[in-house]
């Protein structure tokens, strides 16, 4: 069974901190990675994509994949109380299938 | 519509009624997938679409789902029989090629069985 593990939270951040949310994923053939945003009734929406190992960065996130360790991160700097979501990590199995973790619950604290 | 748009947006039904949730893509997105959330919980894969053919149905969850998907553009997945452990939002997805891409979401479709 191909998955991908997420620690449930919730993840407590004062308003300013840097929050680091974490994923690891047991299938060595992922290729592609995705950050999703889900708020509480709403439906996911992207926030990062990442594909090749290392750091990428858009505005205050920041995707952190390491195939070697299977292990991909999400650092959201200068954390709002609007970044007070559940957060999804997902990796394809294969050209199509998106395998999600189950979330992640992050709160920023005002 | 620019985006997913998914019908009912709620669902009340009972035990052992048939339901119908519809989705309508993006339009020119080829790659459309149905996904169920629990409440609390992360998203189960239930079926993939490429075009009208469904070469993934692995994630469905026993012979009372079915979907369909006809013209390349709109979905309906069927539950007949629904019983409690349907109880779900089920949420529609599609993305513009075969190849990994972004996904984008309807805003589901709530399925409350009593």
């Known amino acids: 069974q191909k998955e991908v593990e997420q620690n449930s939270g919730p993840l407590s951040v004062p308003e300013g901190a840097i929050a680091s949310l974490n994923c690891t994923y047991s299938d060595r053939g992922s290729q592609s990675f995705f950050w999703y945003r889900q708020y509480s009734g709403k439906s996911p929406e992207l926030i990062m994509s990442i594909y090749s190992n290392g750091d990428k960065e858009d505005g205050r996130f920041t995707a952190q994949l390491n195939k070697a360790s299977q292990y991909v991160s999400l650092l959201i700097r200068d954390s709002q109380p609007s970044d007070s979501a559940t957060y999804l990590c997902?990796?394809?199995?294969?050209?199509?299938?998106?395998?999600f973790g189950t979330g992640t619950r992050l709160k920023v604290l005002a | 519509g620019a985006g997913v748009s998914q019908s009912p947006s709620n669902k009340v039904t009972e035990k052992g009624k048939d339901v119908e949730l519809r989705c309508d893509p993006i339009s020119g997105h080829t790659a459309l997938y149905w996904y169920r959330q629990r409440l609390g919980q992360g998203l189960e894969f239930l079926i993939y679409?490429?075009?009208?053919?469904?070469?993934?149905k692995s994630g469905l969850p026993s012979d009372r789902f079915s979907a369909e998907r006809t013209g390349e553009s709109v979905s309906t997945l069927t539950i007949q029989r629904t019983q409690q452990e349907d109880s779900a939002v089920y949420l529609c997805?599609?993305?513009?090629?075969?190849?990994?891409?972004?996904?984008?979401f309807g805003e589901g479709s709530r399925l409350t069985v009593l």
């Open positions: 997902a990796g394809t199995s294969g050209t199509y299938k998106y395998i």
């Open positions: 679409f490429q075009g009208n053919s469904a070469p993934d």
């Open positions: 997805a599609s993305s513009q090629d075969r190849s990994p891409g972004e996904l984008f």
